[in-house]
């Protein structure tokens, strides 16, 4: 029982039996038998409120009420008949021993009712574990609400920093809930979690019961440490072991795809350094085309492998504003026939939000691999508006091809860096063209993503945010009657 719940009793232990006694003898005009079942009531009641010792004293002063107002002689305390006595002592007795029961039926049914709370507690402390995305945030303001704290924080001391001394500084604010707290030493109850970390509550002080309570909230703040280190190191280990299949799969393929035009153009240059040797012109200006094409496969693969990287950490910053297709498909088709591109454009389709330069380098990407393995067939660029998650439409670009290549079952498969669809011939390549181009779309806040072509081939399918109206295009295109209909 709480003190204000005793003082209560006691209060209440004194009023009542005088009410009753009062009751009793102005308006029921009730009998000794009657006044004792009535006084009797008084003394539980007393002991549901405030417990067993102001049921005592109600149940004393009841039967003190009884002998001088009940009992002949009236009017004192005396009692002359044997009888009378015994009945005022079993009395007594009775009302004590049922206080006795009520309070300690009153006191298992509040402890029960603890148990069931800091159950609820506990098994919320799991869900919190496992569910929330900060679980120790979480945690923390659980516990301020379950101890009706006005801050509760969680307390870390870098080792060597004055916990073999005993010194209480250098303390650092790990996470908190509600008000901030600056140390240990400005709450008002610290439990310790283990030699380096305190929880801390600004609030009332906790009773017995609620410190033991407490002491799970510390085990589970253990708990949730332990597991975000585990967390950490687990994925520090995963990107550990990615980079390493990274670094590995780059020095694979960089010295398989690096001597094939390292040996062309090997060839070339000492051909015609050779001075023995004598050239026509055309033979010159194909050997200088094979250097020049050779050149060329190891910039892209030199550009695929520093976009992959830059990827790969997160540096990508893209420029984002408005964009036509038109306005980056001249330089994003440099390297491919004229003739092998056919154009699906309205002329009535909106900007895409997007960084120019990356735009084209993704589709440069995309229509260069269409060409790699499509070989003969044409390569459509169809433009329009899809709709999106939510409400949002977005612009779209789709590179369809009619190759006759194989394709992997899962087709997102060929998004993964270093795979290749050949090893051999002309169709071989780094195997990142695929991967930077979805790199680069979606570091835009775009998507990309594979579609069969009915009747066979492959079409990738490019959407990004649209973006605000603007003036129509005045750039010179290269790419003649890009906004006519399949031409």
């Known amino acids: 029982m709480s003190v204000r719940r005793v003082l209560a009793g006691l209060v209440l232990a004194v009023v009542l039996p005088a009410g009753l006694q009062f009751l009793l003898l102005q308006v029921w005009h009730a009998n000794l038998t009657t006044a004792s079942l009535i006084q009797l009531t008084g003394a539980v009641g007393v002991a549901l409120v405030g417990g067993i010792w102001p049921a005592l004293l109600a149940a004393l002063w009841s039967s003190l009420l009884l002998n001088y107002f009940m009992t002949e002689p009236t009017g004192q305390l005396l009692i002359h008949e044997t009888d009378m006595a015994v009945a005022l002592v079993c009395f007594v007795a009775v009302a004590g021993a049922v206080a006795w029961v009520v309070d300690v039926s009153a006191r298992r049914a509040a402890r029960a009712r603890r148990a069931g709370a800091e159950a609820a507690v506990l098994n919320e402390l799991t869900r919190v574990a496992i569910a929330t995305e ?169 550009e695929n492998l520093l976009d992959m990287s830059r990827i790969s950490s997160g540096s990508v910053g893209p420029l984002l504003g408005p964009v036509h297709w038109e306005d980056v498909l001249p330089g994003a088709l440099r390297s491919v026939p004229p003739e092998s591109v056919a154009f699906q454009i309205p002329e009535d389709c909106p900007p895409v939000e997007a960084d120019p330069g990356l735009l084209e380098r993704v589709i440069a990407n995309l229509v260069e691999n269409a060409a790699r393995h499509a070989h003969s067939s044409v390569i459509t660029l169809r433009a329009g508006e899809a709709p999106s998650a939510g409400s949002d439409v977005h612009g779209e670009l789709r590179i369809i091809d009619a190759g006759t290549g194989p394709l992997p079952q899962d087709l997102e498969d060929m998004f993964k860096p270093f795979q290749r669809m050949t090893d051999s011939g002309e169709d071989a390549g780094v195997g990142l063209g695929l991967a930077v181009a979805r790199g680069l779309t979606e570091a835009m806040g775009g998507t990309l993503h594979p579609e069969r072509t009915p009747g066979g081939g492959l079409t990738m399918v490019l959407r990004l945010p649209l973006a605000a109206p603007r003036a129509p295009s005045n750039a010179p295109s290269d790419a003649p009657g890009i906004r006519q209909e399949d031409r």
Do not use: C
């Open 134 to 302: 900060d679980p120790l945030r979480s945690l923390l303001d659980q516990a301020r609400q379950v101890f009706k704290a006005d801050a509760a924080a969680l307390f870390v001391r870098p080792s060597g920093s004055g916990s073999d001394t005993g010194d209480d500084s250098g303390w650092v604010l790990l996470a908190g809930a509600g008000q901030q707290l600056g140390s240990p030493d400005a709450a008002d109850t610290v439990e310790r979690v283990d030699d380096t970390t305190v929880m801390a509550l600004l609030g009332p002080h906790l009773t017995a019961g609620e410190s033991h309570l407490l002491k799970a909230f510390a085990a589970q703040a253990t708990a949730l440490r332990a597991r975000q280190q585990l967390m950490i190191s687990r994925l520090e280990n995963e990107r550990l072991a990615q980079d390493n299949l990274m670094r590995g799969s780059i020095l694979q393929a960089v010295s398989h795809d690096l001597r094939t035009p390292l040996a062309g153009i090997k060839f070339s240059v000492s051909s015609l350094l050779h001075q023995g040797g004598s050239f026509s012109t055309e033979e010159r200006r194909e050997l200088l085309q094979t250097t020049d094409a050779y050149a060329d496969q190891l910039g892209l693969l030199v």
